[in-house]
């Protein structure tokens, strides 16, 4: 999964402008929206325990290209790609801006 | 004034002027909500309204019991791939951590004019908004012969506690190479997998101790959740073991006679050392009392979970018509966090996003190999409607089974700490 994963994060941050942007977006977001989106996630993130990773505190940017590549499919995980499927780019940066903000 | 959140969605509530009309907020006391229900439904909304309003409501929550068994996870206890104690869950984090008003009694009646709750032990309870959450109740009569005394024989272990225990008891002592009878629900029914996910706990039971015994399984329907996934699971690791027999083999379900042990169809008659009879079901019984039911079920607006009867009430989790939404655990939390914030832009004024509800459920079939089925809905105006859907595929390899169980595991320590912490 990580080799996906770093693959998938290698192709994503294309140049240093659309990077800047991404960060100029996701200190923009709305954090209250974020933490509504998030309760559907909490259901099976938890701060701890095995089965599921744990989320809180992934680095915004990262967390964006991570979600965005489940919703591409490039990352394998049905529930994952069921989840990121229907989130569009501001609910993905809202919900990134928000778990990113809690400590793991 | 409700602030309507930019994907416009608090429009829908008409705002303030609804708020105005509720009389603790008139005087500009803390608004009050009640939840009836502390399981999978009533504890997530109290745990969210509670938690999200920072003291701006009042949260009463009524659940009789100390202690909530998980009827997620009972089919894994029986099948011993679970402690009893594991599934236990107390009220201490609802009360202490998020300051809610935890009143373990039962809910006898609700007054929807005057908005009061009446306790079966005499006390009363006011409200603005109602949340019921009450779960199932059994349709004994469904079957000829059944009864809360035949349950002691015959258990369904269909709602939380000691039946789950009666079950593997009866497993464990049953004689070698005896029979034991499953009956699944008709539809409507909690948890549609569970049924399948039960056989597939005692055959593992069985296997591992008494390996020539027999599982029979007589289904009042042609068709089950996951069928395909199930049968051949069992032909994989149980082969020969489960008998499995509809409509169309054994002619429809007679009645059931715990004493003999014997369990009569049209067609033939079978005689079971042990035996799990589950009834049909219908909503918990304060949501007949309350009025809002229709026939055997609550019928809900999809956007609020209010009830179509009551404005004042709504209701979550297996008492509602989910529509496409199965009577899950998972379904009645993701339900109500929908009612949470619809509730609380009502009656503090926080704003009002999207509703949004989705579904998993995981069955384990035997050691490691766990299959899931899920999908993801909106509101409709009518009903609740599927965006996306996914279930597990026949021959998947061992390593995404495998995966496939142990994401239930984060998903058991996940929603029972939605709930709970
Ligand atoms: C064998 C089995 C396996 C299952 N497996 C899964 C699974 O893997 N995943 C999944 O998502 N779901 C599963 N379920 C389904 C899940 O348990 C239910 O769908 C879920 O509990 C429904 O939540 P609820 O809030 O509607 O009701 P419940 O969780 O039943 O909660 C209702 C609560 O209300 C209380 N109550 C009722 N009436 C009153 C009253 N008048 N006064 C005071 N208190 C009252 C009850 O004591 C109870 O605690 C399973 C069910 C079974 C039977």
Redesign the interface.
């Known amino acids: 999964m990580f080799g996906a994963m770093s693959a998938v994060m290698f192709g994503a941050i294309s140049s240093a402008a659309a990077q800047t942007d991404l960060a100029d977006q996701i200190a923009k977001a709305d954090l209250?929206?974020g933490e509504?989106?998030a309760?559907?996630c909490?259901?099976?993130?938890?701060?701890s325990?095995?089965?599921?990773p744990q989320i809180n505190g992934i680095e915004a940017e990262t967390f964006v290209i991570i979600m965005k590549a489940y919703r591409s499919k490039d990352l394998d995980n049905?529930?994952m790609?069921?989840?990121a499927?229907?989130l569009d780019d501001e609910q993905i940066i809202s919900l990134a801006a928000y778990f990113s903000s809690l400590s793991n | 004034m409700t602030s309507i959140s930019r994907r416009g969605f608090g429009g829908l509530f008409g705002a303030s002027a609804l708020g105005l009309a509720m009389p603790s907020l008139a005087f500009g006391a803390v608004p009050k909500v009640v939840v009836i229900g502390g399981g999978a439904g009533g504890a997530t909304a109290a745990r969210y309204l509670a938690k999200d309003s920072k003291g701006a409501l009042d949260v009463t929550l009524v659940e009789a019991s100390k202690r909530y068994y998980t009827c997620f996870y009972s089919n894994l206890y029986i099948g011993g791939f679970r402690k009893y104690g594991s599934i236990g869950h107390n009220y201490y984090g609802l009360a202490v951590n998020n300051r809610i008003n935890v009143v373990h009694e039962w809910a006898a009646s609700v007054d929807g004019a005057a908005r009061t709750v009446n306790l079966a032990s005499g006390g009363k309870l006011s409200y603005d908004k109602l949340v019921l959450s009450p779960g199932i109740a059994l349709k004994y009569d469904s079957i000829a012969g059944y009864s809360p005394q035949a349950q002691g024989r015959m258990p369904h272990g269909w709602t939380s506690g000691t039946q789950a225990q009666q079950i593997r008891n009866q497993v464990l002592t049953m004689k070698k190479g005896g029979t034991f009878v499953m009956m699944p629900p008709p539809n409507p029914y909690r948890c549609p997998p569970g049924p399948y996910e039960r056989v597939s706990m005692i055959a593992h039971l069985l296997k591992e101790r008494n390996p020539t015994a027999k599982i029979i399984v007589l289904d009042p329907k042609e068709k089950f959740s996951k069928m395909g996934l199930f049968t051949a699971g069992w032909e994989k690791h149980y082969p020969g073991m489960i008998e499995w027999l509809g409509p169309d083999s054994h002619g429809g379900i007679k009645s059931v006679n715990h004493e003999t042990m014997e369990i009569v169809t049209d067609l033939d008659t079978f005689k079971a050392d042990a035996a799990s009879v589950v009834p049909a079901q219908r909503a918990g019984s304060i949501a007949m009392a309350a009025g809002v039911t229709d026939g055997d079920w609550a019928p809900i607006i999809p956007a609020t979970m209010a009830s179509k009867a009551d404005p004042n009430i709504h209701v979550l989790g297996d008492a509602s018509v989910a529509s496409s939404m199965p009577k899950s655990g998972f379904s009645a939390n993701s339900q109500a966090k929908v009612a949470a914030n619809a509730i609380r832009g009502e009656l503090t004024g926080s704003r009002v996003y999207d509703p949004r509800f989705a579904n998993t459920c995981w069955s384990l079939i035997a050691t490691n190999d766990g299959i899931k089925v899920g999908a993801n809905y909106k509101a409709g105006s009518e009903k609740i409607d599927v965006v996306d859907k996914f279930v597990s595929q026949g021959g998947e390899s061992a390593d995404v089974r495998k995966t496939t169980y142990e994401e239930s595991i984060g998903w058991y320590n996940g929603i029972t700490s939605d709930m709970f912490s």
Request: aromatic share 8%; proline share 0%.
């Open positions: 209250g929206y509504y989106l309760g559907e909490v259901t099976c993130h938890r701060k325990g095995a089965g599921i049905k529930v790609q069921m989840m499927g229907r």
